[in-house]
């Protein structure tokens, strides 16, 4: 499998960012920072297929059977069928690839300043990260298990059993069982796409003050600084969303695993705070 893993992966990167401040007047300077990013890569792994995870009935009435393959799976007689594993890798169709795209952005405003012996900051900060995933070129187990339950029709046709009875029309036989006989149309039917997106978000909202009440007077005697304060207050909104397409939720994606279950959830939080410094002795 490890000739078409891709060890370095193609990549585009754009990314901006922006910072300014404006001078009110001695007593008050506003700020703002602005950033942009979006990074667009793909990875490649080996091919998707058959796997031992999953079981796939084998009918003694399909057509495409030699009498050795029905010997072999333990099929004798008309109307017998059998569970097996199959382990065969969608060697025809080539290498799974992960399509990713992250694209972000960020903003800080706010104004801060000095009023006599006291300093204050008040900012907010968005930010945001956006997600999206294809996953190309990966088995669907649904139609393989289609796709392998094979019979004739009326007419004497090789068809897929989904067919014949109308469950499934587009159903093309995946012909497994002899060499080279593949066809583009079974993987055409078999490769399914696989679709995540999702986003992070973060806002906070803050304010503090500090000052030095030396200047009030509020200060030891045995110190050439006086008491320091600082308070503040922090607002801050968490939140997450990861939503998943029929085929990932399902688990149908045969090179997966198992299933992704999108989930979203947000939490936000206040903190207040409070610090203070008292000088006690210094030279």
């Known amino acids: 499998f490890g000739p078409l893993n891709y060890f370095q992966r193609p990549s585009d990167r754009y990314s901006m960012a922006a910072f300014g401040r404006y001078d009110i007047n001695d007593k008050a300077r506003v700020y703002a920072e602005l950033s942009f990013h979006d990074d667009h890569t793909v990875a490649q792994i080996a091919p998707s297929g058959l796997f031992f995870g999953n079981e796939y009935?084998?009918?003694?009435?399909?057509?495409?059977?030699?009498?050795?393959?029905?010997?072999?799976?333990?099929?004798?007689?008309?109307?017998?069928?059998?569970?097996?594993?199959?382990?065969?890798?969608?060697?025809?169709?080539?290498?799974?690839?992960?399509?990713?795209?992250?694209?972000?952005?960020?903003?800080?405003?706010?104004?801060?300043?000095?009023?006599?012996?006291?300093?204050?900051?008040?900012?907010?900060?968005?930010?945001?990260?956006i997600y999206q995933e294809t996953y190309k070129n990966d088995f669907s187990i649904a139609r393989a298990t289609k796709a392998l339950d094979v019979v004739r029709d009326a007419g004497g046709n090789i068809v897929c059993r989904s067919v014949v009875d109308g469950t499934d029309p587009n159903c093309v036989p995946y012909n497994i069982w002899s060499l080279g006989k593949v066809t583009p149309e079974a993987l055409?039917?078999?490769?399914?796409?696989?679709?995540?997106?999702?986003?992070?978000?973060?806002?906070?909202?803050?304010?503090?003050?500090?000052?030095?009440?030396?200047?009030?007077?509020?200060?030891?005697?045995?110190?050439?600084?006086?008491?320091?304060?600082?308070?503040?207050?922090?607002?801050?909104?968490?939140?997450?969303?990861?939503?998943?397409?029929?085929?990932?939720?399902t688990g149908d994606l045969a090179g997966q695993g198992g299933p992704t279950i999108g989930v979203a959830g947000q939490y936000s939080i206040k903190d207040f705070f409070g610090e203070v410094r008292v000088p006690i002795l210094e030279k």
């Open 57 to 129: 009935t084998i009918f003694y009435e399909n057509p495409l059977l030699s009498a050795d393959w029905r010997n072999a799976i333990g099929l004798k007689k008309a109307g017998d069928s059998s569970a097996i594993l199959i382990g065969r890798r969608n060697v025809e169709g080539g290498g799974r690839q992960d399509d990713l795209r992250h694209t972000s952005f960020r903003m800080v405003t706010g104004v801060k300043g000095d009023i006599g012996p006291w300093s204050y900051d008040a900012f907010t900060q968005v930010g945001k990260v």
């Open 188 to 249: 055409n039917y078999l490769q399914t796409p696989g679709f995540k997106k999702g986003f992070t978000h973060q806002q906070v909202t803050g304010f503090n003050i500090a000052g030095d009440l030396g200047q009030y007077g509020m200060k030891l005697p045995g110190a050439k600084n006086g008491v320091g304060v600082a308070v503040g207050f922090e607002r801050r909104t968490e939140k997450m969303e990861l939503s998943t397409d029929t085929a990932f939720t």
